[in-house]
């Protein structure tokens, strides 16, 4: 059974950096992406971010790119997501994502395994 545990989330001040971790379990994930998204109170949930666990390709939103880096720990099965430049809308419950690795990776339909989120605050 595919087990994601976010974690790293908190509150910080514009222009401050956090680091969100993703534990991944259960299978291998060799053939799997890896996204990030997020959602604010009273929007949609949008994608961030998203990462092949096999090679080197990402994939950003236009409104973190530049600011967020993606990458993974294959020791560890972790994958991470860095955030700097924090602005206060990116305030929002962050969720880690698995999915095969066919197909786009922005729809977070296509995504069947999804971690429980991580609140991260950011403010002005």
């Known amino acids: 059974q595919v087990q994601l545990v976010e974690s790293g989330g908190g509150l910080v001040q514009a222009g401050g950096s956090l680091r969100l971790s993703c534990a991944a379990s259960g299978r291998t994930f060799s053939r799997y992406v890896m996204g990030w998204f997020r959602q604010a109170p009273g929007k949609e949930r949008e994608f961030v971010a998203a990462?092949?666990?096999?090679?080197?390709?990402?994939h950003y939103a236009d409104s973190v790119r530049a600011r967020f880096t993606i990458s993974r720990d294959n020791a560890k099965n972790t994958v991470y997501l860095q955030m700097n430049s924090l602005k206060p809308e990116d305030t929002a419950v962050y969720y880690c994502a698995a999915k095969v690795a066919d197909g786009t990776v922005l729809r977070g339909f296509e995504y069947p395994y999804w971690g429980q989120g991580t609140q991260v605050t950011v403010s002005s």
């Open positions: 990462m092949w666990w096999s090679g080197s390709n990402t």
